[in-house]
Structure formats: structure tokens, C-alpha cells
């Protein structure tokens, strides 16, 4: 598991040069999205349904990318960017245009539903997120 861990902040670290982070945040971005991908992988340990484990690791890259947004003063995009690489379900798109290649139109279909339901729940679990920060922020907690 820590290889897996140490892979995984690689992983984000060289993505985020690629889309040109600032120096200064990218060891902060990596962590962040080591951290998501760490509590999406014990979820799924967990048998907890993918979509779940997507939701938790988004939510888990949200509140430290709002949180770490607000320490080094820039936008939680910053963090959340190169964060979210790792939950991306890419061999799922991947298989789901495969299996229409090969004719298996159904199987293309089903695996296509679950790529667009993981990929909303990676949106829902940042935007909830960011907005429980936000909201507990200007709360003052």
C-alpha cells in the first residue's frame, strides 16, 4: 500500500508540472490528490460500490483543496486539478468504446452509464465539498 501511495503522489506530482502549477504547490497538489485516491482505494477495500469510493475520494480532494486554497491564497483549482487524475475513470470509457468496436452494443452501453455516473460522481463529491468548506469557513469553524 505505501508503494501504491508513493506511486499515486508521483503520479500527481508530474501531472501537475505538466499542466504548470506553481512550484510552490506542487508537493501540497500532490499530497491532496494522494489523499483522495488513498480514501477512494479504502472505500473500495471497504466493498463499498465504485461510484461511492469516486465520491469519497472527490469529496476527501475538495475539502483539502478548498482548505489548502485558502492557506496559499490561491484558487482551489489549483489543487483539485491534478488531484482529481487519479479517479478519472479512463479504463472504463476505454472498455465501454471497445466493447461497441466489438459489437457488444449492451455491454458498451452499461459501461458507458457507469463511466458518466463515476464521472458525476466526481463532480458531486468536489462541489459538495467546496461548499461544506466554504459554508464552515464563513461560519467561523
Avoid at 65 to 91: N, Q
Wanted: aromatic content about 8%.
Amino acid at each position: 500500500m505505501l508503494k501504491d501511495m508513493a506511486l499515486a503522489l508521483v503520479v500527481v506530482l508530474f501531472s501537475g508540472i505538466v499542466v504548470h502549477l506553481p512550484r510552490n504547490t506542487l508537493l501540497l497538489a500532490g499530497l491532496t490528490g494522494m489523499l483522495g485516491w488513498l480514501a477512494n482505494k479504502l472505500a473500495g477495500r471497504y466493498n463499498l460500490p465504485a461510484v461511492f469510493s469516486v465520491l469519497l475520494g472527490a469529496a476527501v480532494i475538495g475539502f483539502l483543496a478548498e482548505f489548502l486554497a485558502k492557506r496559499a491564497k490561491l484558487p482551489s483549482t489549483v489543487f483539485v486539478v491534478s488531484g482529481i487524475l487519479l479517479l478519472v475513470p479512463g479504463s472504463t470509457a476505454y472498455n465501454s468504446m471497445n466493447s461497441f468496436i466489438q459489437g457488444k452494443y449492451l455491454e458498451g452501453i452499461a459501461k458507458g452509464i457507469d463511466t458518466v455516473l463515476i464521472a458525476a460522481h466526481i463532480a458531486g463529491g468536489i462541489a459538495v465539498a467546496s461548499v461544506m468548506a466554504r459554508y464552515l469557513r464563513e461560519k467561523g469553524l
